[in-house]
């Protein structure tokens, strides 16, 4: 089996951090992307983020969690297919709709740049696994 193709991120100016798998340092997502740094995910601390690139989906399936039950299917890297976290494609709650097509991903399996002027706070936060 060969290589996938892989889409690079832009990083404008110099003034985005870029993530990355942490096993192939395929990229991932930027800052740019990041909704909210206070989600948890299934093994610690993650981003819900907008959009991501470079990675496959998984089966589908019905989710129980602490704010509801949700459709989501796992997120792998296109690439070496590490779990990254998943996608909200269904929230029962409309309060929680705002997380459908959204990902989750989870801080443990990403590797990053760090060149993030502005979020310092993404920074902190990886400092804590890295």
Known sequence: MGLYYQKQLDNKNNTRTIYRCADCHS??????HVQSDNFNGK?????????????KPGKFEAREMLTG???????HCQQCDLYLG?????????????KE???VMEL???DHDDKDKKMTRHSNVLNVWY
């Open 86 to 98: 998943w996608k909200y494609l269904h929230a029962d709650r409309y309060e929680e709709k705002y």
């Open 101 to 103: 097509h959204s990902y």
């Open 43 to 55: 093994h610690g601390p993650g981003f819900l983020v907008s959009r991501v690139v470079n990675v």
């Open 108 to 110: 443990r399996d990403l």
């Open 69 to 75: 039950m949700y459709e989501v299917c796992d997120i």
């Open 27 to 32: 990229h991932i997502f930027t800052s740019a």
